[in-house]
């Protein structure tokens, strides 16, 4: 699934290509696009309809476009959308499920999702309960949300008092959206190989300067992603213009499994987590004595 830095990249490309455009034609196919909007995919469309998109706004993983009624389109990449601008006389792609096209005659937005996990859909702005700088607020379905790190609202003596109360695994609070926002599998991993500890540690077990590190740590791995476009294993993860990131090529453990530790040459080691699967080095990362022990396959 997109994180941070991926949806940062798309947010940037919209705020070049469709922000300021008056939207003349929506044309939202199917159901299942629409799902969060009341009314589904005709009341979206028509909710669309002769919008101005105001901006390109960003919370972590939550991408929306304000448009000039109080509402907002929030679109959710699940794990395989893709926003692309493309010039509107190119045919639908496959797996097409949303379109925009604009006054103005120039490209239209469409919105591509392999496996339909994604969506759109356009709730109303609501004031920012964490105070922070987004003009006209946010979703009414994103108001839960927490501040990521790139965010001036981000408080990071705060977040490292929530990951230090925390007594399930450091990973699983990092991986928590109401805690911080924008931080997924990849991103954790590293920022945990980075900083040398294990993602299975209890966050109760975290001193004050190491929970604070450790959000430093997110913060510069991502800030590094974002440089190189975000991370791309296959062509699902593009900008608005179909070109891959690169951040693939820098990452120490994650999908690294049976490989050398970069730091200190160990094998790094593969676990089941929560449904997902942790990346780590042994020798770098001490396993708890209750944590699995992980495989290099």
Not at 191 to 202: C, D, K, M, Q, T
Not at 212 to 222: C, F, N, P, S, T
């Amino acid at each position: 699934m997109p994180e941070l830095p991926e949806v940062e990249v798309v947010r940037r490309g919209l705020a070049d290509h469709v922000v300021g455009r008056r939207i003349e034609l929506a044309d939202v196919r199917g159901e299942r696009v629409a799902r969060r909007h009341p009314g589904g995919a005709d009341a979206l469309a028509r909710a669309l309809t002769g919008r101005v998109l105001t901006a390109a706004r960003r919370r972590g993983k939550f991408l929306w476009l304000p448009l000039d009624d109080g509402h907002a389109l929030l679109t959710h990449l699940g794990m395989s959308g893709q926003m692309l601008v493309l010039p509107p006389e190119e045919p639908a792609l496959r797996h097409e499920h949303a379109r925009l096209d604009f006054t103005d005659g120039g490209p239209s937005l469409r919105f591509v999702d392999q496996r339909t996990f994604g969506g759109w859909s356009a709730p109303t702005l609501l004031p920012d309960p964490f105070g922070g700088d987004h003009p006209g607020g946010v979703p009414a379905t994103a108001t839960h949300i927490a501040p990521d790190p790139f965010e001036p609202a981000f408080d990071p003596a705060g977040v490292a008092d929530r990951l230090r109360s925390r007594r399930g695994p450091v990973k699983r609070a990092l991986l928590d959206q109401g805690v911080v926002s924008g931080v997924g599998n990849i991103y954790a991993d590293e920022a945990l190989w980075r900083i040398g500890l294990h993602g299975e540690r209890p966050g109760t077990a975290l001193t004050g300067p190491t929970a604070r590190r450790l959000l430093e740590h997110l913060q510069e791995v991502m800030g590094e992603a974002l440089d190189q476009g975000g991370t791309s294993f296959d062509a699902l993860y593009v900008n608005v213009n179909g070109a891959s990131g690169y951040f693939d090529r820098r990452l120490a453990v994650y999908g690294q499994q049976g490989r050398e530790c970069p730091r200190c040459g160990a094998t790094v080691l593969r676990s089941p987590f929560d449904g997902r699967s942790s990346h780590w080095c042994p020798r770098c990362q001490t396993r708890p004595r209750t944590a699995p022990r992980g495989t290099p396959h």
